[in-house]
T-cell receptor, first 113, second 112 residues
């Protein structure tokens, strides 16, 4: 079954404690991205990757890091989380071919206290 | 940056009625896609309409695209309580490869 898997689904952490949210896809997609979703703001792209070792900033990259060492995995790293990073996070993947849909993970609800 | 803007922000209807949501965007696109999100869950792809298409159907869904007005509409006919969700349009810019920019969504509530 084609899927994007994020872990964990829920996370409560304290300010400044480094954390990683994992994302894995089984569709051999080149393109992967991270979004955060906040009430009234919709989905905003944090980082994206067009292939292994190729990453770039989206609209709201501050406070986040990513890596793409393997095609299937695209972890999101918060080196020093702050309360304003409390949000719902989604990983998505898609082919780089034209006119293709994106597949989304189930989301990670992060609370930073 | 957000490209698509959905309208209305929220819509409340009765079961059996039709629901229409609109999306406007600013720049040239390769295609426009609609996604559905049940509360707090991942987005699910509904339908994709290419820039050279004007209308597309999928079950109870009908999507139109007017590139001259830079707008699209999603019509859900004979709505059901299970259609209650947020609906997002996403534009795939004419950039040579497939990437998406999402709007803020329309929250649809269908009451039994």
């Amino acid at each position: 079954e084609a899927q994007v898997t994020q872990n964990p689904r829920y996370l409560i952490t304290v300010t400044g404690k480094k954390l990683t949210v994992t994302c894995s896809q089984n569709m051999n997609h080149e393109y992967m991205s991270w979004y955060r979703q906040d009430p009234g703001l919709g989905l905003r792209q944090i980082y994206y990757s067009m292939n292994v070792e190729v990453t770039d900033k989206g609209d709201v990259p501050e406070g986040y890091k990513v890596s793409r060492k393997e095609k299937r995995n695209f972890p999101l790293i918060l080196e020093s989380p702050s309360p304003n990073q409390t949000s719902l996070y989604f990983c998505a993947s898609s082919s780089l071919l034209m006119n293709t849909e994106a597949f989304f993970g189930q989301g990670t609800r992060l609370t930073v206290v | 940056s957000q490209q698509g803007e959905e309208d209305p922000q929220a819509l409340s209807i009765q079961e059996g009625e039709n629901a229409t949501m609109n999306c406007s965007y600013k720049t040239s696109i390769n295609n426009l896609q609609w996604y559905r999100q049940n509360s707090g869950r991942g987005l699910v792809h509904l339908i994709l309409i290419r820039s050279n298409e004007r209308e597309k159907h999928s079950g109870r869904l009908r999507v139109t695209l007017d590139t001259s007005k830079k707008s699209s509409s999603l019509l859900i006919t004979a709505s059901r309580a299970a259609d209650t969700a947020s609906y997002f349009c996403a534009t795939d810019l004419n950039s040579g490869y497939s990437t998406l920019t999402f709007g803020k969504g329309t929250m649809l509530l269908v009451s039994p």
